[in-house]
């Protein structure tokens, strides 16, 4: 059984940051590409970043460009997603996904899911 779950989410002021975590498990981490996305109230659930299987390439929207940072450690199947310069417009519940390869971008290529974090950035 698959589970992914997320954590390091919360209340921040804008400018602040947050260092998002997602622990899986019941995969072969290592062979999965993994990804991070947002849905804000309203809104659909947007890519943020992903990263393919030995972190070497990494690929984000180009709003978090030059902000955020996604990483991972295989050894302990683990993906993070480290959040810098906070705005109000990053507020949203974040999840990570996995998927084995196809477009990172499409959230409907992704085979698991986590149940996300609630980040929010007060102005």
């Known amino acids: 059984q698959v589970q992914m779950v997320e954590s390091g989410g919360g209340l921040v002021q804008a400018g602040g940051s947050l260092r998002l975590s997602c622990a899986a498990s019941?995969?072969?981490?290592?062979?999965?590409?993994m990804g991070w996305f947002r849905q804000s109230p309203g809104k659909e659930r947007e890519f943020v970043a992903a990263?393919?299987?030995?972190?070497?390439?990494?690929y984000y929207t180009d709003s978090v460009k030059g902000r955020f940072t996604i990483s991972r450690d295989n050894a302990k199947n683990t993906v993070y997603l480290q959040m810098n310069s906070l705005n109000p417009e990053d507020t949203a519940v974040y999840y990570c996904?996995?998927?084995?390869?196809?477009?990172?971008?499409?959230?409907?290529?992704?085979?698991?899911w986590g149940q996300g974090t609630q980040v929010t950035v007060s102005s």
């Open positions: 996904a996995a998927q084995i390869d196809g477009t990172y971008s499409r959230r409907s290529e992704y085979h698991y």
């Open positions: 019941g995969l072969a981490f290592s062979n999965y590409v």
């Open positions: 990263i393919r299987w030995s972190g070497m390439r990494t």
